[in-house]
């Protein structure tokens, strides 16, 4: 069959689910990892036939995309910062904008001379901590996460991408104290309330670890106001916290900032322009 076909083919059935902007992205991602071809093959040969066999991957491909299963769960990974992550349903699917929360930090220290310590509180997939540790290999990188099935892809992303980091098993709503103290602590802890749902697509209801994301809507600050009162605790003086928050309470999360003594609050809005990063 011509490739452009099966393009096709993806469109009719794909259109009335994502926007064609996301179908076609998912199609090169398909063609990419199962056939190896580059993103511009059509453009360059238009008329491509592709074999019984090459299709087979395409189709099984395709038929999950219509149970809304995540392209990342097909493929089995994902980007992040330019780093591939292993993930699965055990760990958040990393999105871009907390890359824009690894940005700021990273803008933030990177002229530092000395080796800096750096503690990430509920990592998934751990691409907070690798893409950091990747970019300032003199940092001395620490995570933990409550979920075990989520520690394991951590550290064999923390393999693949050939970085050193030490890895905790911990609840944060249980420890008050680490074995040292840190100049940064960050975190992308769940946020998204329950009159949030319906907001989100069935991909991500459905698929992706309700651990990672879900609060109760009584008090969606729950896991911010632990943390922030750990980082006290577990901050070197002069260090900094940097939140990943929901866009509907930056007010909210800052003001909780300012009554645990932190000082210099900054919020700041991702790619979408929505509130979504605090630092203090
Ligand atoms: N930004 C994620 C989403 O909207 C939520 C991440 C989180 O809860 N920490 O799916």
Redesign the pocket.
């Known amino acids: 069959m011509y490739l452009k076909e099966i393009k096709n083919i993806f469109h009719l059935e794909l259109d009335a689910i994502y926007s064609p902007e996301e179908v076609n992205s998912f199609f090169y991602m398909l063609i990419e990892h199962f056939l190896g071809l580059e993103r511009f093959i059509l453009a360059l040969e238009p008329n491509l036939i592709i074999t019984k066999d090459e299709e087979a991957p395409l189709f099984e491909a395709l038929s999950r995309l219509k149970l809304e299963i995540p392209i990342q769960h097909i493929i089995g990974k994902t980007h992040f910062m330019d780093l591939e992550f292993l993930v699965d349903k055990n760990v ?1 699917i990393p ?1 871009p ?2 890359e824009d929360l690894v940005r700021w930090i990273f803008d933030d220290i990177k002229n530092h001379q000395e080796a800096i310590t750096i503690l990430d509180i ?1 990592t998934g997939s751990g691409c907070i901590p690798i893409a950091l540790k990747k970019q300032l290999p003199n940092a001395k990188v620490a995570t933990l996460d409550i979920s075990d099935k989520a520690l394991k892809i951590a550290t064999q992303n923390a393999k693949n991408n050939s970085v050193q980091i030490e890895f905790i098993h911990a609840n944060i709503l249980e420890i008050d104290k680490l074995h040292q103290k840190f100049d940064i602590i960050v975190s ?5 309330r329950e009159l949030e749902k319906k907001e ?1 697509h069935k991909n ?1 209801l459905q698929h ?1 670890p309700e651990l ?4 109760s809507d009584e008090d969606p600050l729950l896991f911010y106001r632990k943390i922030a009162s750990f980082a006290v605790n577990n901050l070197n003086d002069g260090g900094a916290l940097y939140f ?1 928050i ?1 866009q509907y309470l930056g007010k909210e999360t800052k003001q909780l900032l300012d009554s645990t003594n932190f000082s210099d609050i900054e919020l700041r809005q991702d790619l979408f322009g929505n509130d979504r990063m605090l630092k203090g």
């Open positions: 958040l999105r904008e907390t509920g992308n802890p769940p946020y998204v989100m991500v992706e990672a994301l879900f609060v990943e929901n």
